[in-house]
T-cell receptor, first 113, second 114 residues
Framework: SQKIEQNSEALNIQEGKTATLTCNYT??????LQWYRQDPGRGPVFLLL?????KEKRKERLKVTFDTTLKQSLFHITASQPADSATYLC????????????FGPGTSLSVIP | GAVVSQHPSRVICKSGTSVKIECRSL??????MFWYRQFPKQSLMLMAT?????????EQGVEKDKFLINHASLTLSTLTVTSAHPEDSSFYIC??????????FGSGTRLTVV
């Protein structure tokens, strides 16, 4: 069956450390993989997109890796800050006959001062 | 950057009535918009893909007669929840894609059916 899994537990880390979130998928072949941030009661905000032929993408303190063999993406936030506390969603863009984006369950990140 | 405006942000309606939610792309044209619903502490579930000038594509298990989608222009898509029941209470979010880089989401609509 098809599924997307993220860190099953909420992630608590100390300020200044690097947070690493995982996204694993089964029986999908995404053309792109995206990461979003969602704060309570708000819509997701796009962070990064990585294509299937890219290994790594960076944006400021964010880094995403994409391993299509392992069917896994890692999302890193370096020098984490309390303001980074939120739920992070990975999303697979399936590029079917129409654009279709499937979201993972999300990982709740808390950065402790 | 791209902005998607969603209205209303919150609505409370009586069981059996209909509610319309609007989603507008403010500074770009969106031939395709997406509608999601999200239950507390759960991820977004794609309900349907809204295409300008044609019928929406609904995901399996989503009742098209209950969740009416209209995409009459390149900047506006609407979702109407008809004959709403308490189990329809949820957080509804729309999104659109500008260019080739990620999706922009509206701020969501919290629907409560009493």
């Amino acid at each position: 069956s098809q599924k997307i899994e993220q860190n099953s537990e909420a992630l608590n880390i100390q300020e200044g450390k690097t947070a690493t979130l995982t996204c694993n998928y089964t029986n999908y072949s995404p053309a792109y993989l995206q990461w979003y941030r969602q704060d309570p009661g708000r819509g997701p905000v796009f962070l990064l997109l990585i294509r299937e032929n890219e290994k790594e993408k960076r944006k400021e303190r964010l880094k995403v890796t994409f391993d299509t063999t392992l069917k896994q993406s890692l999302f890193h936030i370096t020098a984490s800050q309390p303001a980074d506390s939120a739920t992070y969603l990975c999303a697979l863009d399936l590029q079917t006959s129409y654009d279709k984006v499937i979201f993972g369950p999300g990982t709740s990140l808390s950065v402790i001062p | 950057g791209a902005v998607v405006s969603q209205h209303p942000s919150r609505v409370i309606c009586k069981s059996g009535t209909s509610v319309k939610i609007e989603c507008r792309s403010l500074d770009f044209q969106a031939t395709t918009m997406f509608w999601y619903r999200q239950f507390p502490k759960q991820s977004l579930m794609l309900m349907a893909t809204s295409n300008e000038g044609s019928k929406a594509t609904y995901e399996q298990g989503v009742e098209k007669d209950k969740f009416l989608i209209n995409h009459a222009s390149l900047t506006l898509s609407t979702l109407t929840v008809t004959s709403a029941h308490p189990e329809d209470s949820s957080f509804y979010i729309c999104s659109a894609m500008e260019g080739d880089y990620g999706y922009t989401f509206g701020s969501g609509t919290r629907l409560t059916v009493v």
